[in-house]
């Protein structure tokens, strides 16, 4: 049975990495996790770099946030981001993640989700 990485290892193997999409398992198994303070570089990445596989994990973040997001005012702007990158990764479960999202009682999860669906699907170019 394998040992679940730390939080530490996980963050210095992605560090030791170059940008790209070699980094994705790295950001959605971190993005699951607390004990660091990347959710929302790992939302922006995982957008940029767009992958299929990063869906459920940004979905997940977007209703489940983390304290230290609240306790700095940032959650909104989080769940905006978590919006924008499921807009960017343009699957057809990324729409049906944003349509949940859209349908959210909250007012502002509700917000972001119709704002994501706006823009769904989000083109992008690489440099």
Same mark, same amino acid.
């Given at each position: 049975?394998?040992?679940?990485?730390?939080?530490?290892?996980?963050?210095? *193997?992605?560090?030791?990495?170059?940008?790209?999409?070699?980094?994705?398992?790295?950001?959605? *198994?971190?993005?699951?996790?607390?004990?660091?303070?990347?959710? #929302?570089?790992?939302?922006?990445?995982?957008?940029?770099?767009?992958?299929?596989?990063?869906?459920?994990?940004?979905?997940? %973040?977007?209703?489940?946030?983390?304290?230290?997001? *609240?306790?700095?005012?940032?959650?909104?702007?989080?769940?905006?981001?978590? %919006?924008?990158?499921?807009? !960017?990764? %343009?699957?057809?479960?990324?729409?049906?993640?944003? #349509?949940?999202?859209?349908?959210?009682?909250?007012?502002?999860?509700? *917000?972001?989700?119709?704002?994501?669906?706006?823009?769904?699907?989000?083109?992008?170019? !690489?440099?």
């Amino acid at each position: 049975m394998d040992k679940q990485r730390s939080v530490e290892e996980l963050t210095d *193997e992605l560090d030791a990495l170059q940008e790209g999409d070699a980094r994705a398992p790295f950001l959605i *198994e971190l993005l699951g996790r607390a004990g660091h303070e990347r959710h #929302e570089d790992i939302v922006f990445e995982l957008g940029l770099i767009g992958s299929p596989s990063a869906v459920s994990a940004i979905a997940r %973040a977007a209703t489940s946030p983390y304290r230290y997001i *609240e306790e700095w005012g940032n959650l909104h702007e989080f769940q905006r981001k978590c %919006a924008y990158a499921l807009a !960017r990764i %343009a699957t057809h479960e990324s729409r049906v993640a944003l #349509e949940q999202m859209a349908e959210s009682p909250d007012p502002h999860l509700h *917000e972001y989700g119709l704002e994501g669906l706006e823009h769904w699907p989000l083109p992008f170019k !690489r440099r």
